[in-house]
C-alpha cells in the first residue's frame, strides 16, 4: 500500500513549485533559510518599490573561485518591467531568483567574454528560467562562439527539457535568437534601451566586450575585464552609472599565495596574468575621472574575500575620480 504522502505525482510537486511565488518558498522554513538574508529583503524592497531603471549586482567577485564571500560576476537593468542580464556567472540563477525579478521579465542576455566566471551559468539559467517563466523570445549577445555554444548546450540539455515539457505540459525551451558580436558600435535596441559595444583588452580572450545600455532615464556602462583602455572612456563618457571591474593587486598576490596556495615558481606567472588583464583600482578612477561620469561602481573586486575594506576600495579610486564611488555588494540596488 503506497503511503499517501508520498504519491503526488512529480508533475504535481513541480508545477506547484513552479505556481509558488519567491517570497512563498523564500520563507517556507529550512528549505531557502539560508537565501533569506538581509541582502535579498533590502533588493526586493528596493525593485517593488522602483521608479525608472535600477541595477542589480547580483554577483560581484572576481574568478572562477566557488564557495568565496562574493559570487561570480552577473548584473541585471530593470526597466519597466523588462530585465537585461549581464554577464552568467556562477549563482546567476540563485540571486536572480533571491532578488524578486520574474524570470518572464528577461529580454536579452549579454555577455562580454568568455570566461567562466562570466558565462558558465548562461545555459542553465535559460532552462531553469524557462520553468519560471523565461520567454522563447529572449536574445543572447555575445562573442563568438556563443550560436555553437547556445546549440551545445541546448543539445546536452535535450532530455532534460523533454521531460520537464511533459511534466509542465507546455512546449519545450528551443534554440533561441543570438547575436555574436565581432566589433565595436551597435548591439541593438528595442522600445526600452539602446545597447553599444566596446572592444576592450583581457589577453588572451579575444574579442572581449564593454556595453552601455542607453534607457530613457539612465545611461549605464559596464567594463568587462579589461585593463584600463581608451575605448571604455569613450563607451562611458557622461554615462550615468560605469560599472568598471577593480583589482587590489598586492592583496591579490597575497591571496593568490595564502588561499590559493599558488608555489612560489608560479606566483609571478599569475600576478604577470594579473597585470595584463585587469585594472588596479586607481586606473579605474582615472578612466571614470575622464569618462565625465556621475557614479562609479566597483565590481568583479580582486581579490573577492572582502579582505579590502571598502574604505580601501574607494580611497584607491578616489585618488583621481571626484565623483560618487560605490563599492559592490551582491544584491546591492543601485
Not at 568598471?244 to 608560479?266: C, F, G, K, W
Request: aromatic share 6%.
Amino acid at each position: 500500500m503506497k503511503n499517501s504522502a508520498l504519491s503526488i505525482s512529480r508533475r504535481g510537486l513541480l508545477t506547484g513549485l513552479a505556481a509558488t511565488p519567491a517570497l512563498a518558498l523564500a520563507s517556507s522554513g529550512a528549505l531557502w533559510a539560508d537565501e533569506v538574508d538581509a541582502a535579498q529583503a533590502r533588493a526586493q524592497a528596493a525593485l517593488k518599490e522602483a521608479k525608472g531603471t535600477k541595477l542589480v549586482l547580483l554577483g560581484t567577485g572576481a574568478g572562477p573561485n566557488p564557495g568565496q564571500a562574493l559570487r561570480m560576476t552577473s548584473h541585471v537593468m530593470v526597466h519597466d518591467g523588462a530585465a537585461y542580464v549581464l554577464d552568467c556567472g556562477l549563482g546567476l540563477t540563485n540571486q536572480f531568483r533571491r532578488a524578486g525579478i520574474q524570470f518572464s521579465a528577461v529580454r536579452a542576455i549579454f555577455i562580454t567574454h568568455h570566461h567562466p566566471d562570466h558565462n558558465i551559468e548562461y545555459g542553465p539559467f535559460l532552462v531553469i528560467g524557462w520553468i519560471f517563466g523565461l520567454q522563447q523570445s529572449v536574445r543572447a549577445y555575445g562573442p563568438p562562439p556563443l550560436v555553437q555554444m547556445t546549440e551545445d548546450y541546448f543539445r546536452s540539455a535535450k532530455a532534460t527539457i523533454d521531460f520537464w515539457a511533459e511534466d509542465f505540459q507546455r512546449k519545450p525551451l528551443e534554440m533561441i535568437e543570438v547575436h555574436e558580436l565581432t566589433g565595436a558600435g551597435r548591439v541593438m535596441q528595442d522600445d526600452l534601451v539602446r545597447v553599444t559595444a566596446a572592444l576592450v583588452e583581457h589577453p588572451p580572450v579575444t574579442p572581449a566586450f564593454g556595453y552601455r545600455f542607453d534607457f530613457p532615464d539612465r545611461s549605464i556602462a559596464f567594463s568587462g575585464d579589461t585593463v584600463p583602455v581608451e575605448a571604455m572612456v569613450q563607451l562611458a563618457r557622461g554615462a550615468d552609472i560605469l560599472v568598471h571591474e577593480a583589482i587590489d593587486m598586492q592583496a591579490m598576490e597575497i591571496y593568490s599565495r595564502e588561499n590559493l596556495r599558488v608555489p612560489p615558481q608560479t606566483l609571478k606567472i599569475v600576478m604577470d596574468h594579473m597585470r595584463a588583464g585587469h585594472s588596479p583600482t586607481e586606473d579605474v578612477g582615472r578612466i571614470a575621472q575622464e569618462a565625465n561620469v556621475k557614479t562609479l561602481v566597483l565590481s568583479h573586486l580582486a581579490p573577492n574575500d572582502m579582505s579590502v575594506s571598502d574604505a580601501s576600495w574607494r580611497g584607491a579610486a578616489a585618488k583621481h575620480f571626484k565623483g560618487e564611488i560605490i563599492v559592490g555588494h551582491d544584491l546591492m540596488v543601485i
